[in-house]
């Protein structure tokens, strides 16, 4: 038996958003992770992360409960972490009491 074990892997945000009216806003963003060593059995596999991750968000609330919104995401660097482009499109539904 195996026992794996993982370091941490913390990172650094950062946003910038502008709204363009009440309704819609939209962002540029950017993550950056680091370190994440994993350990088999007390053995460094010398396997530390790099990923830096760049996007945008755009949202449009339909009304005070429904929004929708539209995700971009690529990595542009990525050592021994996933190469990646993503997209998603999002709804939101929001309940509760101050909702009219």
Do not use: C
């Not at 929708?68 to 509760?96: D, E, I, M, Q, R």
């Amino acid at each position: 038996m195996e026992i794996l074990r993982q370091e941490p892997l913390p990172g650094l945000e950062a946003h910038i958003s502008y709204s363009f009216t009440s309704s819609v806003w939209a962002s540029l963003d950017a993550r950056f992770s680091f370190r994440g060593d994993t350990v088999v059995d007390g053995m460094d596999q010398d396997d530390a992360q790099q990923n830096l991750t760049v996007g945008s968000e755009a949202s449009w609330s339909l009304n005070p409960r429904n929004a929708l919104t539209l995700v971009l995401a690529k990595a542009v660097v990525h050592k021994n972490a996933p190469a990646f482009t993503g997209v998603a499109v999002k709804y939101v539904y929001s309940w509760g009491k101050g909702y009219q």
